[in-house]
């Protein structure tokens, strides 16, 4: 049938996500009841790509999984902690059900890591302004300070 393609694309694209509307929907779901390729071809996307889906997020993840992160985030701040979190992750990559959770954790543990060390670039750079005014302030008195014992800087001259 020349629309079977058609109602696999709609199967595979918005049907699957809900947002066909109801005038289409009607339409492919009939055409599913008298054409078996399609109906065959829907079950397929529906066991392979969908219901796992839907399994992972009913999946709860495991109570040491949180202690794990729990650990993690407290030892976020000390070195070697990305290696320790990732060597503690690969025991639950054995499940592969819960792949997609700890994938979803590790980003957003990631993001938090990339604004932490964003942070403390800042605090890095606030230093060195803070270093480079002192230098300012002791080039001043440095200078004139290294060839004359008695005064130091030119504003000091001007005020002895
Ligand atoms: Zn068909």
């Known amino acids: 049938m020349k629309k079977c393609g058609h109602f696999k694309d709609l199967i595979l694209t918005d049907y699957i996500?809900?947002?066909?509307?109801?005038?289409?929907?009607?339409?492919?779901?009939?055409?599913?009841?008298?054409?078996?390729?399609?109906?065959?071809?829907?079950?397929e996307v529906k066991n392979t790509a969908v219901s796992p889906f839907h399994r992972a997020l009913q999946q709860p993840p495991p109570a040491g999984l949180w202690e794990a992160v729990k650990q993690a985030v407290e030892q976020e701040e000390q070195p070697g902690f990305g290696e320790n979190f990732i060597n503690g992750l690969k025991g639950w990559m054995v499940f592969?059900?819960?792949?997609?959770?700890?994938?979803?954790?590790?980003?957003?543990?990631?993001?938090?890591?990339?604004?932490?060390?964003?942070?403390?670039?800042?605090?890095?750079?606030?230093?060195?302004?803070?270093?480079?005014?002192?230098?300012?302030?002791?080039?001043?008195?440095?200078?004139?300070?290294?060839?004359?014992?008695?005064?130091?800087?030119?504003?000091?001259?001007?005020?002895?």
Do not use: W
């Open 96 to 160: 592969p059900r819960l792949v997609p959770v700890a994938a979803t954790l590790v980003l957003m543990l990631l993001a938090g890591g990339v604004s932490l060390t964003t942070l403390q670039a800042d605090r890095a750079q606030e230093k060195a302004d803070a270093a480079y005014l002192v230098s300012l302030f002791n080039a001043g008195g440095g200078a004139s300070s290294s060839d004359n014992t008695s005064l130091g800087t030119p504003i000091e001259k001007y005020f002895l």
């Open 17 to 43: 996500d809900g947002r066909l509307d109801k005038n289409a929907v009607a339409a492919l779901e009939s055409h599913l009841l008298e054409c078996s390729d399609c109906s065959a071809f829907f079950k």
